[in-house]
């Protein structure tokens, strides 16, 4: 299956698979294909998406590596094979873009004003100048980005978290008494004839009023690193309290989000200690996808060492661009969680609805939370697909009152 990294922080993987590719280069083609000349109105994310999908089937026969970059441009390998398979290919992305103005007037077929061909033989050089000027841009425009949030939040009257700011963030964590923040949501199953039935509950910490408690001038989330260095504590946190309270978590099914590095720490085998086997088959582990693929190595060992033991595993913050990309048998998943959107339903068209019924089939309609549902058209829409597990705001009225 082939790889998509279409993270700013995931530029630096292209640079290093390239650099890779230095001592082995016999039979590998390299493609750079600017999408970002297209004006922004051609480059959907339907579009996109679906540019991504055209590619990716090169993948069931050949050896390959496929990188979106943030501003759209896509540089994929493939090895062993001859331009001409891969020119039929580009001409279908030409003709998903054709109505852009880069090709207007131009020669039928034509594709060089947004594709350029590499032989990593004899222009490997070039092509890797090449790259690191687009990831060179591309850092540039996301540090571009991101001074536009500061000033945005700034005008908010939140400072941005900042390292200085960790230590103090840190030490209200350990001594904050975390139950006063943890939430809890339930996914149900829906019967056709008996309606909704909670079948296991997520625990999660509200951010939002963790935010406000520990430090109310400052946004915790607007560094997504530092972020991150908090979910951890936040993690170890989440531990502890369950062992402290594990006659109330454990008697029904719950699921907790956790971080993949959490799960390989001296704190995390402790936890695992004080839970009885039989009890360990109702805890699942949601997540994320950014986490996961971030280092397969790391996921793959903790999905074998805790899987063996008997813990679930979940893939948490899908949607119907990402669904495409994820095989959950192929990951060794227990479930996948897609959330709702309303442009699932925007599509006049019916094909996405039916790509993702596809998609769904693939992963078992059974194995898949459809999660976010704020009203009864998300329901609706999550049936169609085969989907029987629920979660969001319009379950929880549904449970409370008694509603099937």
């Known amino acids: 299956m082939v790889e998509i990294h279409n993270r700013i922080d995931d530029c630096d993987m292209l640079l290093h698979f390239l650099a890779a590719l230095d001592k082995e280069k016999k ?9 970002s000349k297209l004006r922004p109105k051609s480059r959907s994310a339907n579009q996109l998406r679906i540019a991504a999908e ?38 279908r992305l030409r003709y998903l873009f054709s109505e852009d103005p880069l090709f207007v007037g131009s020669i039928e077929g034509d594709s060089s004003r947004f594709v350029t061909w590499y032989d990593l033989i004899t222009e490997y050089r070039a092509f890797q100048n090449r790259m690191q000027g687009v990831v060179k841009q591309a850092i540039k425009d996301r540090a ?42 339930s996914i149900c199953l829906h019967d056709p004839e008996q309606g909704f039935r909670p079948v296991f509950r997520e625990f999660f910490v509200s951010i939002g ?39 109330a978590a454990y008697r029904k099914a719950f699921s907790i989000n956790i971080n993949v ?47 063996e033991k008997g813990y679930r595993f979940c893939l948490d913050g899908l949607n119907h661009l990402t669904l495409p990309l994820v095989d959950r048998r192929a990951l060794g998943l227990d479930l996948l969680k897609i959330n709702w959107s309303t442009e699932m339903v925007q599509d006049e068209t019916g094909k996405l609805a039916e790509k993702m019924q596809d998609m769904v ?8 939370i459809f999660a976010r549902c704020d009203s009864s058209d998300a329901v609706q829409f999550g049936r169609s697909l085969g989907i029987s597990l629920f979660q969001g705001r319009y379950m929880d009225k549904v449970v409370a009152g008694g509603q099937g």
Do not use: C
């Not at 989330?221 to 369950?242: G, I, K, P, V």
């Not at 994320?288 to 060992?301: H, L």
């Not at 089939?361 to 898949?368: L, M, Y």
């Open 54 to 91: 055209t590619m990716e089937s090169l993948f069931d026969k050949y050896e390959g590596r496929l990188f979106m970059m943030p501003a759209g441009d896509v540089a994929f390998f493939i090895k062993g094979v001859t331009k001409a398979v891969v020119e039929p290919v580009v001409d």
């Open 144 to 185: 571009t980005q991101l001074e536009k949030e500061r000033e945005a939040r700034l005008g908010t009257g939140l400072t941005p978290i900042e390292p200085s700011h960790l230590a103090k963030v840190g030490e209200a964590l350990n001594n904050a008494d975390l139950s006063e923040w943890i939430r809890g949501q």
């Open 361 to 368: 089939s693939q992963a078992i309609p059974s194995r898949v």
């Open 261 to 307: 590095s959490t799960l390989l720490t001296p704190e995390f085998k402790k936890f695992d200690q004080q839970i009885l086997p039989q009890a360990k088959r109702t805890i699942m582990f949601e997540l994320q996808a950014i986490d996961v693929y971030s280092d397969m190595g790391a996921f793959v060992f903790a999905r074998d060492t805790w899987q």
């Open 209 to 247: 009023e963790l935010n406000r408690v520990l430090m109310a001038e400052v946004d915790i989330t607007a560094n997504r690193w530092l972020f991150q260095y908090l979910t951890n504590l936040l993690d170890q946190r989440m531990l502890s309290f369950l062992i402290r309270n594990n006659q």
């Open 27 to 35: 039979g590998w083609m390299a493609v750079h294909i600017q999408l």
